[in-house]
């Protein structure tokens, strides 16, 4: 693997709200997101619990994060609020829009022998075209790996937990595996610190 990728804000809040966003610190690669991604997951109040873990994980994984710039995001971004409300009115779908431009992005720039893993959560991504270079997996996906990987004690905990703070997740257990130069289908768990150096209970203490 090259990458992760994460091209819609659902996996980062899901795990932002829990405080675990360190569950994508164990991945030994850089991390890709979106503009309007970072922009959504940092507009919140200061007062939200989740803001202050998105802060900090910025700020900590330094040169790891690149923010792909997008035509969308970058609108997004000027627009007052009220612009944005009414452009989400008139076509709720606006948001998808942004992800597809991202992963048209990554698709012709990212070399085709490149290994690339995109958690998500939108259903839209499911229906993209990546490339057969590139693993899907949906953050419910990820969670049942981890617990199978003994680094968190069950994901149907931290689907507890995620509900707990007001969110829902869907429990799809989507995994498209990517294809590797040989043909082999790529496993991104080769790329995943499994070490429980420094972690109780797959928290870090």
């Known amino acids: ?23 994508l610190d164990r991945f030994n690669f850089g991390v890709l997101i979106a503009d309007m991604v970072e ?26 994060i690149q923010t792909i710039k ?13 612009a944005r409300k009414e452009i989400k009115r008139q076509n709720p ?24 893993l995109v958690l998500f959560e939108e259903d839209a991504v499911k229906n993209m075209t990546f490339g057969e270079h590139v693993h899907l997996l949906h953050t419910y996906s990820f969670l049942q790996a981890l617990e199978n990987l003994k680094i968190i004690p069950s994901a149907e905990e931290i689907v507890g ?3 707990k703070a007001g969110r ?9 595996r990517a294809r590797s130069q040989s043909g082999v ?10 070490s429980n150096d420094g972690i109780s209970g797959g928290r870090p203490v």
């Not at 109040?45 to 910025?58: L, N, R």
């Not at 035509?71 to 997004?76: A, L, N, S, V």
């Not at 829902?168 to 498209?176: I, S, T, V």
């Open 70 to 82: 997008t035509t969308y995001g970058f609108m997004w971004s000027e627009l007052p609020e009220e």
């Open 93 to 116: 779908h606006a948001g998808e829009l942004a992800i597809r431009e991202f992963t048209d992005t990554l698709r012709t720039t990212i070399p085709a022998d490149d290994q690339v």
């Open 168 to 176: 829902n997740l869907a429990r799809d257990p989507y995994e498209r």
């Open 39 to 64: 922009y959504e997951i940092k507009r919140g109040p200061d007062t939200a619990p989740d803001k202050a873990a998105f802060i900090k994980w910025f700020e900590g994984r330094g040169n790891r």
């Open 1 to 23: 693997m090259l990458d992760l990728v994460i091209p819609d804000s659902g996996p980062l809040i899901t795990l932002g709200l829990i405080n675990r966003l360190d569950l």
């Open 161 to 163: 937990q995620v509900q």
């Open 185 to 194: 289908p790529a496993d991104w768990q080769t790329d995943y610190d499994v």
